[in-house]
């Protein structure tokens, strides 16, 4: 079973960069659709950017085109979200999910809500400053 495990939160101030990694063990081979999701308190929580492992494929939340980048490390296991020009109401917990998906990224481009993936790492803060 995939095990994952966030890492890179932090606080900056408005216009800063941050870069978040998931790190994957327990990998079964497969492809999966990886997803970064984000909850601040008191909203609900929202999908930033799905990347499918096999195809590369890659989708965005409109809040964070342009700005944020997903991205893997196949030979690491690694999940990345590249974070730039960040606002303060990107201010949240930031989670990393995986889903198993055989379709070459047809399936990952409609997994947009949380409740599509079943594998959650356990999050990582970032708190953007005015």
């Known amino acids: 079973q995939i095990h994952l495990v966030e890492s890179g939160g932090g606080s900056v101030q408005a216009g800063g960069s941050l870069r978040l990694s998931c790190a994957a063990s327990g990998y079964p081979e497969s492809t999966y659709c990886m997803g970064w999701f984000r909850q601040a308190p008191g909203k609900e929580r929202e999908g930033v950017a799905r990347l499918h492992t096999g195809s590369l494929g890659t989708w965005y939340a409109d809040s964070v085109k342009g700005r944020f980048t997903i991205s893997q490390d196949n030979a690491q296991m690694t999940l990345y979200l590249q974070m730039n020009s960040l606002k303060p109401e990107d201010t949240a917990m930031y989670y990393c999910?995986?889903?198993?998906?055989?379709?070459?990224?047809?399936?990952?481009?409609?997994?947009?809500?949380?409740?599509?993936?079943?594998?959650w790492g356990q999050g990582t803060q970032v708190t953007v400053s005015s």
């Open positions: 999910a995986a889903e198993v998906d055989l379709s070459y990224g047809t399936r990952c481009s409609n997994l947009k809500a949380p409740n599509n993936f079943r594998t």
